[in-house]
């Protein structure tokens, strides 16, 4: 969330200048809501103040008085009823804002805006045509596509054998790198979550449709950024506490609504699919040195299994809702011929923290200040699987492992 009094001087501002984030987001409404709320709380206050000279005055009040005291009680009411009204308006208004970019974010209406800042390794040439995932897979009784949709539906899958080990070895493999090299905490929180931990995260009420509710008004989160961003919701940090990094596997889950039509093949999609998240509350002068290490940490992940890959800036028009600047990192897969994203690394500076107080404190004497929070995905387990299967794919339908994943997956290959 921005600040209202940062949103009363440049609103109209962020909407001249770029439409493409703010246009259609509530900031519109927001000028004339303040204004109405203001000039609202400053006749209330008047005639509160008028209120108490009449009950001052001693002695038996006139008729007058008495007519224009009962006058005030209705009109105050009245005006009470207002304020309370157009200040919830305004709050909703001011939850739908998405963050301001960073200066260095490139300027673009949408994804072709987007500047690649630097790639790694070198795709792998095959002596044959190279296959998707969802080839490979079947072949190998690794994934079953269609047993998924029988038990679910579309866009879910089960993973078989060497599948489902695979992906228990890359989680293991994930959550060893990021706590024994990188100097994150491991956290195992809920996948359920309530509303105040999505508010804060920024995943409502934006992106309510995408979300999977219980009956009781739990959410199934969408990411571990959500409980993680919450860790320290409410709370005043000292400030030699910072920073603080958390890493957590969890599943996530995700109804897909915008995405009718796009990767309906395979599991660069799905509803259900697993991740590793890496979260960091930082100090605002530092956090965008943080944001390289944490982008750096998502890609050693990439270069310890040899994955060619491409470090991608977002555009404003690209930008995640509650981000100020964001590296996708996307990977190479050879079977489709494109790069897909595998991870998007960003900075929401102040935003997340002001939606869920997280403040520290630099002395005893000093006033809390706002976080920043980072979070980024190292890895989509998923989506590195099937990078997996389609760069070390063989001629004869076999799968050769990364030697990193060896000794967690137990063997050098993968044969039907």
């Known amino acids: 969330m921005l600040p209202r009094e940062f949103l009363r001087e440049n609103a109209e501002r962020l909407l001249r200048e770029m439409p493409e984030r703010f246009a259609g987001s509530g900031i519109e409404e927001f000028g004339q809501l303040d204004r109405r709320r203001r000039e609202t709380v400053t006749r209330l206050e008047e005639k509160r103040r008028r209120r108490n000279e009449l009950t001052a005055v001693r002695g038996k009040p006139s008729p007058e008085a008495l007519a224009e005291m009962k006058a005030l009680k209705e009109e105050i009411k009245e005006l009470e009823v207002d304020e309370e009204k157009t200040s919830a308006e305004l709050a909703a208004v001011e939850t739908r804002i998405p963050n301001v970019p960073n ?3 490139p300027r673009g209406k949408d994804e072709t805006a987007n500047r690649v800042e630097r790639t790694w390794g070198t795709p792998p040439s095959f002596s044959f045509e190279p296959k998707a995932h969802w080839d490979l897979g079947p072949a190998l009784g690794i994934l079953d596509f269609d047993r998924g949709a029988r038990l679910a539906g579309a866009r879910f899958t089960v993973l078989k054998g060497a ?3 695979l992906s228990r070895a890359l989680i293991t493999f994930m959550l060893d790198l990021h ?4 100097g994150y905490t491991e956290v195992y929180p809920p996948v359920m979550a309530n509303a105040d ?3 804060a995260s920024g995943q409502l009420p934006k992106f309510e449709e995408d979300l999977f509710r219980t009956r009781e008004g739990y959410y199934l989160i969408p990411t571990a950024e959500v409980p993680l ?3 320290h919701r409410d709370e005043i940090l000292p400030a030699a506490a910072l920073p603080i990094r958390y890493t957590a596997y969890t599943a996530c889950f995700r109804a897909e609504a ?4 796009r990767d ?3 599991m660069i999609r799905q509803h259900q699919f697993d991740k590793i998240e890496i979260m960091t509350f930082a100090s605002p002068e530092n956090s965008y040195e943080e944001l390289e290490r944490l982008t750096s940490n998502a890609e050693e992940v990439l270069k310890r299994l040899g994955l060619p890959y491409r470090v991608v800036s977002l555009s404003t028009g690209d930008l995640g809702f509650g981000a100020a600047r964001t590296y996708d990192l996307e990977v190479w897969l050879p ?7 595998i991870s998007s690394c960003s900075n929401c500076e102040a935003f997340q923290a002001r939606r869920g107080s997280i403040r520290f404190r630099r002395s005893e004497d000093e006033k809390p200040e706002f976080v920043h929070t980072l979070n980024g995905s190292a890895l989509a387990v998923g989506r590195t699987l099937i990078a997996i299967l389609e760069n070390y794919q063989r001629e004869d339908g076999s799968v050769e492992i990364p030697e990193a994943l060896r000794p967690y997956f137990g063997a050098s290959e993968i044969r039907y």
């Open 258 to 261: 915008g995405a009718a039509g």
């Open 179 to 182: 706590t024994k090299e990188h």
């Open 103 to 105: 200066d260095s974010v």
């Open 197 to 199: 931990s999505l508010l």
């Open 229 to 231: 961003t919450s860790m």
């Open 163 to 165: 599948g489902a080990r």
């Open 335 to 341: 079977g489709q011929q494109s790069y897909k994203e």
């Open 264 to 266: 309906t093949r395979g």
